[in-house]
C-alpha cells in the first residue's frame, strides 16, 4: 500500500478508532490502529506474532483490529458497495449480456467458508461439512467479479442455501426489495 493510501484511508476512519488519552495511560494513536490492523489482514499473522512485534497485549491487539474493522466497514461500505439502484441493476444485466452472453442475469451468488479458530462455546455452530470451522462469506458478484452485495458471518454449518435465505441480502431478494428493476 502506498503512502498516499494509507494517508487517505487513515483520514477516512481517524475520528472513529482515534481513542482519548487518560492520566493512567497514553491512547494507542489512530496510525498505528490502522497499521497494526492492515498487517493483520493482509498477512494473516496470529495476533500472538503481531505481539511481539509491536509490544501490545493480546487482547488489546484484538480489540484494535475489531474496533478498526468496524470502522473500515462503516466508512467505506456505502462508496464501495453501495446498495443497487434499478439503473445499476440495469447496467449489470447489459453487462452480463454483452460479457457471458446471459439475458436478463443480475448477479452471480456464491458463499465461500473462511477458516477460523472455533469460538468457546459454540458447539458444532461453525463446523461444516468439510470438516472444519468456519464462518459464511455470501456475495452477489457482477460479470466483472466485483461484489455487488456481500454478507459475512454465517455459522459454517449451513449450505449455501439456507445462509442465502437467512442472509439480509437474501430477505431483500426473496421480498422483491432490492430496488430489482420490472421484468
Known amino acids: 500500500m502506498s503512502q498516499d493510501s494509507f494517508r487517505d484511508l487513515l483520514s477516512r476512519v481517524e475520528g472513529s478508532i482515534r481513542r482519548q488519552d487518560t492520566r493512567l495511560r497514553r491512547a494507542i494513536p489512530p496510525e498505528e490502529r490502522l497499521l497494526v490492523t492492515l498487517r493483520f489482514l493482509a498477512t494473516g499473522e496470529s495476533l500472538s506474532s503481531l505481539h511481539f512485534q509491536y509490544r501490545l497485549g493480546i487482547s488489546t491487539l484484538s480489540g484494535i483490529v475489531v474496533d478498526t474493522c468496524r470502522a473500515l466497514w462503516n466508512v467505506l461500505r456505502e462508496e464501495f458497495i453501495p446498495v443497487p439502484t434499478v439503473d445499476m441493476w440495469r447496467e449489470i444485466s447489459k453487462t452480463f449480456l454483452n460479457v457471458c452472453d446471459f ?66 441480502m437474501g430477505r431483500r431478494v426473496y421480498g422483491n426489495n432490492f430496488n430489482f428493476p420490472p421484468p
Open 103 to 168: 439475458p436478463n442475469c443480475l448477479g452471480a451468488v456464491d458463499g465461500k467458508h473462511i477458516r477460523i479458530v472455533k469460538p468457546a462455546r459454540t458447539g458444532s455452530e461453525f463446523f461444516n461439512y468439510k470438516k472444519y470451522f468456519s464462518v459464511v462469506l455470501m456475495a452477489i458478484a457482477d460479470a466483472e467479479c466485483r461484489f455487488i452485495a456481500v454478507d459475512i458471518g454465517a455459522f459454517g454449518r449451513g449450505n449455501d442455501s439456507q445462509t442465502f435465505k437467512s442472509s439480509d
